[in-house]
């Protein structure tokens, strides 16, 4: 096992569509993981979600959270980044971001049409500031 550089875990997070598995608390302290299509912007994860989900309404109570990225193939390989995050209700940054994820996960040619689906009134860009990466490479050696 081989822990990633900086550079390495950046590669390694935004590599084809790897999804994150984003994980927050609820009130009552149980857990909630859900998969995520994100992008990184410096040191921020960014993704979109419902003001009303689960993770929408948590992340307005406590900002805090873990989103792993993981290979899931041998030797396999894993990203488990913390954050805190900030909730954007601009639609104009919304559209900006959801169209840059849009186009990520499901090509350029279709980027607008997701962008234009998540930049409305009932979705929540999440700028996610990371606190703390762990990253390994090849975990099964």
């Not at 598995?21 to 998969?35: L, S």
């Not at 805090?64 to 980044?81: A, E, F, K, M, N």
């Not at 169209?99 to 979705?123: K, L, Q």
Request: net charge negative; aromatic share 8%.
């Amino acid at each position: 096992m081989e822990t990633m550089t900086d550079s390495e875990w950046r590669a390694f997070a935004m590599e084809g569509t790897r999804t994150g598995k984003a994980a927050v608390t609820r009130k009552d302290g149980t857990p909630h993981v859900t998969p995520i299509w994100f992008v990184l912007d410096g040191d921020d994860l960014l993704f979109n979600t419902g003001r009303q989900s689960v993770k929408g309404r948590v992340l307005a109570r406590d900002p805090r959270l873990s989103v792993c990225v993981d290979d899931q193939t041998p030797p396999y390989s894993y990203v488990l980044i913390q954050a805190e995050a900030s909730l954007v209700e601009d639609l104009d940054e919304v559209l900006r971001w959801a169209t840059v994820i849009g186009g990520r996960y499901m090509g350029a040619d279709r980027a607008e049409e997701f962008g234009r689906r998540n930049a409305v009134p009932t979705e929540y860009l999440v700028r996610a500031r990371i606190t703390k990466v762990i990253a390994e490479r090849a975990i099964a050696g």
